[in-house]
């Protein structure tokens, strides 16, 4: 079924094919064994298929690597030395944030006992790094970063953060903004590195951007805070003109999209897509259910006061879930703002369908079924505890919001329920308030998405991007449990 860890993995590896680049490293078979529970035998035989399509390259005591078209594979055991595996495993920390900026590595002798590999080997892989200008050594510890950025003495450089005709700065930065800790983060970091943030709007972005290229000054860095189709019409086709500047004087420029089609965005720039977010969320959660063995989920949701959550993005869940396992049963518990009978009229009035069609290309876009399932699937409640007894044949609540994970976990006890033995509770925000009832939840990485923001601005390394040249992120499940 397509539920066992086995077709699983074999699905993983397909995905980090079209992630990982040509001649980059796979984690070792070890690790792919702690992390998936399979045998180091079955990890073997999973590649073996892959070697044989041409897709990996397997090279004994080195590893397993993505397969390049330019080399062939008895030629790569002489071009991946003990040492580029070493430094290209180290590369690819710093590009994901795994390793940080001003951070120290990990000792010479614990690099050892990982790689199974020589003192010396691992020293003239940090000294290749060093060469790179992407560590530095003092005394006998190597550290992420030059010796200049870690004493951090040096003179502000400028980034323009610009909003969509506003003059209210502090949108992106407050609590209710669902990128709102990335920013925060992304400012500290900023300004650990001799960076500072300047603010516009985007009324008269042609003009200043092209103050700015006659004369030959200009910020380091541009920032575009929650841009979409509409918003970025305004700023396009100067962006455009303004990237084709060459040399050190070409700004970076992070690029925050809400939503619509991110292809318009003008190439040169990093992009941060709150619907990749949904996406990698509802991933780590997919994975997390059908790894626990649950068999069938409610998603609830509060229309009134959605958070950092839309409707559109839970769907997602039931996307990830049904990839999985097709057999998974997914439902939807949905708190209106007033009451009505008709599910399928009531979304189509919410949420901004206007045909059959438009519901075949939403549905069919987030792999949701028909609009008459998704209604089926539906529990409407002017009251979210209401819905509670109707959904407590599904073995797997999720919450976008933990206050309403609370009132679910206080329902669960009266009615003699056991969290998580009877019913497994997860909420999507991790809010320490209401750590000590034992709430799961799965998070979204917002600290290091939020440094590699940051350092995609600097460009002081490449930050790791998404086979659809998004900024790479991750999620991660926090189980609890409660008593």
Same mark, same amino acid.
């Given at each position: ?12 590896? #397909? ?169 925060? %983060? ?34 380091? $860095? ?68 059908? $790894?626990? %063995? ?49 599910? %399928? ?6 949420? #901004? ?14 792999? #949701? ?115």
């Amino acid at each position: 079924m397509p539920g066992k860890p086995t077709e699983m993995l074999e699905k993983w590896i #397909g995905e980090q094919l079209e992630i990982l680049k040509p001649g980059e490293r796979f984690a070792t078979d070890r690790e792919l064994s702690q992390k998936w529970g399979i045998s180091q035998r079955t990890i073997v035989r999973m590649f073996k298929k892959f070697q044989k399509q041409g897709k990996v390259w397997r090279i004994p005591g080195r590893g397993t690597y993505v397969a390049r078209e330019d080399m062939a594979p008895e030629s790569a055991a002489g071009t991946l030395s003990s040492v580029e595996s070493v430094a290209d495993s180290v590369r690819r920390a710093i590009s994901s944030g795994d390793f940080k900026r001003g951070e120290a590595l990990p000792s010479v002798k614990f690099m050892c006992l990982k790689f199974h590999m020589s003192a010396p080997t691992v020293i003239h892989a940090y000294r290749r790094l060093h060469a790179q200008g992407l560590i530095e050594r003092v005394g006998k510890t190597f550290w992420v970063g030059t010796l200049g950025e870690i004493v951090r003495t040096r003179p502000q450089k400028e980034v323009v953060f610009f909003q969509h005709e506003s003059d209210d700065f502090s949108i992106p930065f407050q609590r209710d903004n669902m990128l709102a800790q990335p920013y925060q %983060k992304m400012e500290r970091e900023l300004m650990e590195y001799g960076f500072k943030l300047t603010f516009a709007t985007t009324d008269n972005v042609a003009s200043v951007f092209r103050g700015w290229m006659s004369k030959g000054a200009m910020p380091h $860095g541009l920032v575009f805070y929650a841009f979409d189709d509409t918003r970025l019409q305004a700023v396009a086709e100067p962006l455009r003109r303004l990237l084709k500047v060459g040399g050190a004087g070409r700004p970076s420029v992070l690029m925050e999209w809400a939503h619509g089609n991110y292809r318009k965005v003008p190439r040169g720039c990093t992009v941060v897509s709150r619907g990749n977010i949904a996406t990698v969320v509802a991933r780590e959660l997919a994975r997390y259910a059908v $790894g626990k %063995k649950h068999r069938s989920a409610t998603v609830f949701f509060d229309e009134s006061s959605p958070g950092c959550w839309d409707f559109w993005s839970l769907i997602k869940i039931r996307t990830e879930l049904k990839a999985l396992d097709e057999s998974f049963t997914v439902g939807y518990a949905l708190r209106a703002d007033k009451q009505t009978r008709d599910a %399928k009229d009531h979304i189509e009035q919410r949420f #901004g369908i206007v045909s059959e069609e438009h519901a075949r290309y939403l549905l069919g876009k987030y792999r #949701g079924g028909s609009l008459e399932e998704l209604a089926r699937e539906m529990v409407l409640t002017v009251d979210m505890e209401r819905a509670f007894p109707a959904c407590a044949h599904r073995d797997l609540w999720i919450f976008p919001s933990e206050h309403h994970a609370s009132l679910a976990v206080a329902w669960a006890r009266k009615n003699g329920m056991s969290v998580p033995r009877d019913l497994a509770i997860v909420g999507l925000e991790n809010n320490p308030k209401y750590y000590h009832l034992g709430i799961s939840s799965c998070t979204f990485d917002w600290e290091t998405t939020g440094y590699l923001m940051a350092h995609a601005i600097i460009g002081d390394f490449p930050v790791r991007k998404s086979s659809k040249g998004f900024l790479k992120t991750r999620a991660y499940v926090m189980e609890k449990a409660t008593t």
